[in-house]
């Protein structure tokens, strides 16, 4: 059973950075995609971000061009670079994973973006 494990988040200022990470308990060279999704206090969950095994990604149009995912097979680890963060970014980020018909969720990273 696939287990995952965020890190990188915290309280960062208005135009500031933060790196997540993804850590998975097995090889991700087989996982058909990986990604993070966010929720914000009373509104739904939302994709924001995810990398295929072949390396196609995909953004909301609300990150696109402020943040990056990308995997790193041989660490087991997928990560999400976000750059100029805006207050609407805070969130708790999850991470996902997918296998054929299987998804596994990380437990959360609480991001917050204020001054």
């Known amino acids: 059973q696939v287990q995952l494990v965020e890190s990188g988040g915290g309280l960062v200022q208005p135009g500031g950075s933060l790196r997540l990470s993804c850590a998975c308990s097995r090889s991700i060279s087989s996982i058909d995609a990986m990604g993070w999704y966010r929720q914000a206090p009373g509104k739904q969950r939302e994709l924001v971000a995810i990398?295929?095994?072949?390396?196609?990604?995909t953004y909301a149009d609300s990150v696109k061009g402020r943040f990056t995912i990308s995997r790193d097979n041989a660490k087991n680890t997928a990560y999400l670079q976000m750059n100029s963060l805006k207050p609407e970014d805070t969130a708790v980020y999850y991470c996902y994973a997918r296998t054929g018909i299987i998804t596994t969720w990380g437990q959360g990273t609480q991001v917050t973006v204020s001054s």
């Open positions: 990398i295929t095994s072949g390396g196609r990604t």
